[in-house]
C-alpha cells in the first residue's frame, strides 16, 4: 500500500484547507485510516480516523468540531477538511493506513504512513 498526502499549504488562521490522501490498493474500502500530525519538536499526535465504511470516525478533543475526515472508496481516497485553523494546528500531516478495520488514535495499530504534507497557519 502507498499513501501520497497533499493539499498542505499557507493558510492565515481562521481559514480552511483540505488535505487528500490517495491510496494504492484494491482493498481500500477494508482499511481503517488515520491523520496524524507532527509539530516541531513535539510528538506525533492523533488528528482523528475514520472507519472502512466511513460511517464511523474519531477526533482527537483538539480538533472536534473544527476538522471532518470523510472517505471516497471508490476514489482510494480519504480527507482531512480543516477548519478555522489556529497556529497551533502547524505542522507536518500524515495519513496512515490500518490494513485492518481499526481506527483509533494508537499509531502502532498502523502500518503503512504517507509521506507527510506541511500545514503552516499564520497568526
Known amino acids: 500500500v502507498q499513501l501520497q498526502a497533499s493539499g498542505g499549504g499557507l493558510v492565515q488562521a481562521g481559514g480552511s484547507l483540505r488535505l487528500s490522501c490517495a491510496a494504492s490498493?484494491?482493498?481500500?474500502?477494508?482499511?481503517?485510516m488515520g491523520w496524524f500530525r507532527q509539530a516541531p519538536g513535539k510528538e506525533r499526535e492523533f488528528v482523528g480516523a475514520?472507519?472502512?465504511?466511513?460511517?464511523?470516525?474519531s477526533y482527537a478533543d483538539s480538533v472536534k468540531g473544527r476538522f471532518t475526515i470523510s472517505r471516497d472508496n471508490p476514489k482510494n481516497t480519504v480527507y482531512l477538511q480543516m477548519n478555522n485553523l489556529k497556529p497551533e494546528d502547524t505542522a507536518v500531516y500524515y495519513c496512515?493506513?490500518?490494513?485492518?478495520?481499526?481506527?483509533?488514535?494508537?499509531?502502532?495499530?498502523?502500518?503503512?504512513w504517507g509521506q507527510g504534507t506541511q500545514v503552516t497557519v499564520s497568526s
Open positions: 496512515a493506513a490500518a490494513i485492518t478495520l481499526y481506527y483509533g488514535s494508537i499509531q502502532e495499530r498502523y502500518k503503512y
Open positions: 490498493g484494491r482493498t481500500f474500502s477494508s482499511y481503517g
Open positions: 475514520i472507519g472502512w465504511s466511513g460511517s464511523s470516525t
